[in-house]
């Protein structure tokens, strides 16, 4: 067994010390040391590593030393070597994010019964749980926020008066920054109770009540028709075998000439299943499409077709990093309230969603899209990156 | 019979007029009448609507009176009304473009060897077959193709030194743009020896054949390694069957780390093969793919990630545009020289194609792809819409 381990740290790049004190180091060890508190543990991993790994890791049972991102990120470079998967495998568990959250009433409620004051810990002031757009990557997490809505709403060619459906809107921030900012209507939809009266009071605070709508129900609730449809970090949550409803539901509600819409997720370049840590402990039924799955299964019944896809993999690879780091500042302060066992847990899960980012596991697409024959696309995608004031439509 | 054909030209908005005078108009008639000369015809035209139009057509057994593309546009139209289909697929002969020759050495032949006089008649003067790129719809056809080439060098990001395969290069425009203005040495693949006559001739008479090769062979006779790999109007001859083993040579040829590229190529918004009339007498074995099938099965296999989609269909519309024009100003020396039956199934064969672009059933994708973690790629598309001055990179 010790050999077999010796092979694969020679991969890892990793110093591994077992509960004995025996160490095993590779020629080019990098800056981590896993530690393996018990033999159980060690045999689990090398059973069952996608589960076992982050289980052990978020009740102390491993411990990773030193950087762990780099840690991941060597783990993940080494399993897409294809000769050499176990060691590899075990850190498959990353291959998730950090959702806007669709999904059933159930797995919502348990992500975000956290409350909101957790994510005020190390989210943007305006709470959005979703991959920011980088103008400049020394811009801020909030001015990356902002300019990521922006970019949405350009898009989607928002005009003042138009209206739009948002499926899995979050604390609302998108919905209101349309409404604030581009003199939409808008009516988003969410099953998160928590983040719902969180958006209302804000669209309250902001007096865009009379044009901002927040509805309780997923998107099969989706009624009436709109100029444009968005879902930023819905897809993820839905479900394959629901993708056909939701190409429905964006072709009945769109207008049949001039809709269009956009779908921001994250996806894959291949097909495979979500690893199974992050599958049960935290996003249940959560999975990352290919664009072909997402376009083939969503768009192309409902007859819509794709004006124009972005990959924006290394903005969230950078927006994690804003996260992770904002995360391990208030680390004590969320020990505090909800013990180590959590803060490890989060901190893998942000670390190894970085990871996967960065290292092209998952990849984030932005896909916009209209009726097949509809002529008020403009001719260029130039007016998107205009400067920002030529776009205020207010 | 003559109860269905009301039924039909009540929707398709045409005037019809039968070989012994009877003249059926719907209400709201166009300004197209529709003239079958026998009842074969008719009836044959009735049983497969789609082979039997353009060859009636092309024979001159069928004539269109007046607003040939009005015609086949409303066509179209009135066919994507689902109830609705028997003329609607009459029109369907037109689901195919003007294409970049690959396939086989026939079939390319076949098309090319109407010999580079003919192409001149109604091309730009750089001999661009393939969907032109309009920074504004006023720009002419010329400037619109050199346009079209530094979007899609830009979408390449090439740098003086860099290598780049090109596979189907047509005229060897493409090739010769990117070895003359972007500093690159480019090794261009095709099997139309016409061309690559043409091709090498004019590479020697500019004083760039020591940076670029032509070489007769198509996608699977690729050799060697590049930074880039472009292919423009190639896709559309190479059959679903072959795209797996061009997912391989291209996964073959490009740098493991930096290697990117562009596929450019007719797609569809829905799987559907081409028309019969197409297929059999100007296109042998061409197929449109949706998007999603051209990335499943050509870039995914090969580990390759999207990195941008851009759909210019309304630029191929406007381009065909351009070349119906032109070959109508020309129709009277072509007539000389063909006859009138080729005139004729050309005439319709770009009407068609036009019709296609504009009411949808056709689209036109630029596909940029690179490997999945490469971090070279700029944060944001704006460098795609400096000023063209700024890009000269001699």
């Known amino acids: 067994m010790l050999e077999r381990l010796g092979r694969l740290l020679s991969r890892a790049r990793v110093r591994l010390v077992l509960w004995d004190g025996t160490a095993l180091t590779s020629p080019d060890a990098g800056a981590a040391t896993l ?3 018990d033999r159980r543990t060690l045999m689990r991993i090398l059973w069952d590593p996608e589960l076992a790994f982050g289980d052990a890791y978020a009740d102390g049972r491993v411990e990773v030393r030193g950087d762990l991102l780099g840690f991941l990120e060597s783990s993940y470079v080494s399993w897409q070597d294809k000769p ?9 568990f990353v291959g998730r994010r950090v959702g806007d959250l669709v999904g059933t009433r159930t797995d919502v409620q348990r992500h975000y019964d956290l409350g909101n004051d957790f994510y005020r810990l190390w989210l943007d002031d305006r709470l959005l749980y979703t991959c920011a757009y980088f103008e400049r990557p020394q811009a801020t997490l909030e001015e990356a926020q902002v300019a990521k809505m922006d970019h949405v709403c350009r898009k989607l060619r928002l005009r003042p008066g138009q209206t739009v459906i948002e499926a899995g809107c979050g604390w609302g921030a998108l919905a209101l920054h349309m409404a604030r900012n581009y003199g939409v209507r808008v009516r988003a939809y969410n099953i998160s109770r928590e983040q719902i009266r969180h ?3 804000r669209a309250r605070a902001e007096g865009l009540d009379d044009r901002v709508e927040f509805v309780d129900a997923d998107f099969r609730g989706i009624e009436g028709t709109a100029d444009a449809f968005v879902s930023v970090g819905m897809l993820e949550h839905v479900g394959l075998a629901n993708y056909a409803a939701l190409g429905a539901v964006i072709d009945r509600c769109l207008d049949p000439v001039r809709g269009r819409g956009l779908l921001h997720f994250i996806g894959r370049d291949h097909m495979r299943p979500l690893n199974a840590w992050i599958r049960r402990r935290i996003f249940p039924g959560a999975y990352a499409p290919t664009l072909a799955q997402a376009v083939e299964r969503v768009l192309e019944p409902a007859a819509l077709s794709v004006l124009d896809v972005e990959n924006l993999r290394r903005h969230y690879a950078l927006t994690l990093d804003h996260w992770r780091r904002r995360f391990e500042s208030a680390a004590g302060h969320v020990t505090a309230h909800f013990g180590e066992r959590f803060v490890r847990t989060w901190r893998l899960y942000l670390a190894g969603s970085q990871a996967a980012f960065s290292t092209g596991v998952l990849q984030l697409f932005q896909v ?11 001719w260029t995608r130039a007016s998107l990156y205009r400067e920002r004031d030529e776009h205020a439509a207010l």
């Open 368 to 378: 916009t899209f209209g009726r097949s024959a509809d002529d008020a696309q403009p």
């Open 84 to 92: 050499w998967r176990a060691l590899g495998r075990a850190a498959r």
């Open 199 to 201: 958006a209302r009071a």
């Open 35 to 37: 530690v393996v508190r």
